[in-house]
């Protein structure tokens, strides 16, 4: 596009210097390149990454993520209320983001509703989320007791924070993940280092692993939140 654009002027400026009668650059559509599959963890790849996280400060979060598919969004949004242990679901019904808004003064964080109406849903827990999920409430309250403890007005809830009480965002997100990788690859030679991946890899890996279990389609599309 940015070939596109500077053929597209120089033309403009030669036909205006009478070097050119026309702009053959104008028409010209750009064709995008065909989409990458999304990234799915290997069988062996999760294990690998979560045998490296576990016990650090976002292990929890991963494996709710990966247990339930759940869009970074209203990963970060989950408060108690949200969790039904004894039915074994979470109810989804919000979803957290960090953007400026019109009115804003910067980029600040909004709760607002999930992306559908198909994504206000009851997401299943199977026992590795359940445990992540009580270990989670407890460093919660241990966070929340710290000195350091810095929770923003209307989301002191919320049961994924950082170490400082504060809302996550698809950045702090990101960077967890990466500090993983970057250990995993510390003890990998050149040729067997592992790919980076971003948040919303747990929830394709989530839908893999559901189809792989023989889960129909239709049940997986329902615990993704997914329109069609």
């Known amino acids: 596009n940015k070939v596109r ?16 009668i026309k702009n053959p650059v104008r028409g010209i559509k750009l064709v995008r390149d065909e989409e990458k599959e999304p990234r799915v963890l290997t069988v062996e ?17 991963f494996t709710v993520a990966v247990s339930t598919g759940l869009r970074p969004g209203e990963l970060y949004a989950l408060e108690p209320e949200d969790l039904d242990f004894e039915k074994k679901v979470i109810h989804i019904t919000k979803s ?10 910067g980029k600040t964080f909004h709760m607002g509703k999930p992306k559908t109406k198909s994504s206000y849903r009851d997401v299943p827990m199977n026992r590795k989320c359940i445990l992540a999920l009580k270990k989670q409430l407890l460093q919660k309250r ?5 000195n350091t403890a810095k929770p923003l007005k ?34 990998r030679g050149e040729l067997e280092q592992f790919e980076s991946f971003s948040g919303h890899c747990f929830r394709h890996t989530f839908a893999t692993r559901c189809f792989e279990a023989g889960i129909q389609p239709k049940t997986v599309q329902k615990y993704l939140g997914h329109a069609t």
């Open 142 to 146: 241990i966070v929340s007791g710290k």
């Open 45 to 61: 790849e999760q294990s690998a990454f979560f045998d490296t996280c576990k016990g650090t400060f976002y292990d929890n979060l």
């Open 154 to 187: 209307g989301f002191e809830n919320l049961i994924f924070t950082t170490k400082y009480d504060t809302p996550l965002n698809a950045q702090i997100y990101a960077d967890a993940i990466k500090t993983i990788v970057e250990q995993i690859n510390l003890m």
């Open 5 to 20: 654009i500077l053929l597209l002027d120089m033309y403009d400026k030669a036909i205006l210097d009478s070097v050119a």
């Open 96 to 105: 957290l983001s960090y953007q400026k808004f019109e009115g804003d003064t």
